[in-house]
């Protein structure tokens, strides 16, 4: 592999020195390595040193005003000149600006955790939007991104330290540390650091430890006015401040307490290092700290921002240095056992090459069992054939999308309303997913539903059956016929939306995605799915005639991203697996995401199948070619006047806007380019 290692900075930090390691490792590894930066080049020249190519992008942080700037650069020097095979950005921005810079090569992205909390929302869509493998330090790292729509997959995978090798860096001489007990806090002068609290608790633990003493190691903006502080408080004669250096480990090596007060973090390799000392940490409880600094067992933990408990726990540590001690054993032990670092190189490596596609066999080789890696391979490989993958599945947006989306969407209606709308006839399609009141953006509350129900109950339509439809649509049709579809068979259809339907004694369709109520495939465009049905649950539903089961694919793909030969296998596999498990003819196929081109339409109707239902709205007027079925989608949050709107044909009109964005996810898809916006 050719790999080119993209962080935004090549400062002493974690996520540096973690980038430091792995270019060396695979390099070592046998694979060519280089790392493209800016801003800080301390770790440069070790990095050539060690015959690693090293490119400097920008003399600018990596921003929304310099991105430009750096997309040029990787794309006319960078990538031009390495060729790489894989990138692995190190941050959400270099992640993106390898997106820009090397469209269409393979990306690996590690997430070592956000400053601000308000950039989380935006990062998940960022993520989403490169459509790189997605890994992240920490479990809360992770937990971060997930919890916004549309999150992709991640997988945890937290840092390694080499024992060796910090103790060989921790054996340089330092000055003698002033004060016993003597503390130690490596970290960036910034304020998401938090070095201003604990010159705030280390004065009020001097109170009780009045011998005490506290290196900083670092430097930053704050540098200076944390000076000041220690100077304002009294206790500058307690304190070192070292300021910016290459190798922080002889000060930590030489205190008897380590301390990390962040107001965030990811996972501090400063703790790890720490740890791999023997040396214990009073830490605070933000970001992936509390996965390796536990409270009682390997140092102190507390809240962030409580200056006063800081204190607190630094007199605890202070003063009981036996204790103190015992900790810093557990953790190096911890480090030992669970944060060796040749098992996240070997993670990485077979990441890199799973991404890149350049799977050789190097891990299982060195295992010694070559033909078993290559069965696993054959495996994977087979896997994936019969399962698309997940960037293939068109995702769910951040709820702000659909917000604007249900804006534009009333804008529409209530401009319908003034211009008036002639009474229609034909057949009108109303598709929902869910019904439940867990706030989802796919879902209309059961109440909500009921009250949908009811305005066609006293409209001057027919309900009828989507089979019954497509019988009337043979020729024009002259009355007013709606029928109520649901995509997806999510289990609270079958739960919520059933039950009110029967009252009404409204006929249904729901259009199934069968290979996730087998198991074998899921709603992947959500980070924690809802319930499918089961196969019993659908069996069930459709037994007393009301409901009609139709096909939705077997995955849930986008069709348009596949061979012509998988798409033909998800649509017309999608009716075999149907009619075999319910004993039932299937009649018509939804394209999944409403996503679909000619080619679709064409496989459609090789399929067997007499319809192809689209979430283009309108009325269907009969007379025609039934592979373009119009539906009027309910959105999330709509209203029953919103509703009403919809039944009396507010959104029949053509929308350019709608129609251009649909084109333009279908495009994604064909050429192959994640586009998932």
Known sequence: MRILFLSPTLGIGGSETLTFRYATQMLARGHEAAVAYAWYDEQVERLEGAGIRCYRVSKDRLSPRTLPQWRRALADEVVRDFEPTVIHA???????????????IPLLVTVHGLEQAKDERMAS???????GTLTAVSERAAQNIRRYFPSPPIEVLPGGVDIADIERGAAAPVPAAPGAPHFCCVARQEPVKGVDVLVRAFATALEELPGAGLTLVGGGNDLAGNQDLARELGISDHLRFVGRIPNALPYIRAADVGVLPSRREGLPIVALETFALGRPLVATDVGGTPSVVRDGETGWLVAPEDPAALARALVEAGGDLEEAARRGQAGRRMIETEFDAAQLYDRIEELLLTVSGDWTGTRDRRQGDRRQGDRRHAERREGERRAPSVENVPPLKPRSWYM???????????GARRDGKAPWRGVRIFGYHRVSADGDVLAIPPDVFRRHMEVLAHADVEVVSLDAALDALAEPVDARLVCVTFDDAFADVAEQAAPILAEVGFPATVFVPTAILDGNAAYSWYADPPPAMTWEQLTMLVADGLWAA???SRTHPRLSALSRSAAAEEIAGSRTDLEARLGRPVTSFAYPAGLYTPREVDLVREAGFRAGVTCMAGVNVGGYDLGELRRTMVAWGDTEADFRAKLTGGLD??????????????RAGRTGFSAKA
């Open 404 to 414: 604007i989306g249900r804006g534009y969407q009333r804008a529409r209606l209530a």
């Open 550 to 552: 139709e096909a939705h």
């Open 653 to 666: 009109r053509p929308s350019a806007a709608v129609e251009w964005l649909r084109r333009r996810r279908v």
């Open 125 to 131: 869509l960022l993520l989403r939007l490169t459509g």
């Open 90 to 104: 190190q941050s959400v921005t270099a992640a993106l600006a390898a997106r820009l810079g090397g469209p269409g």
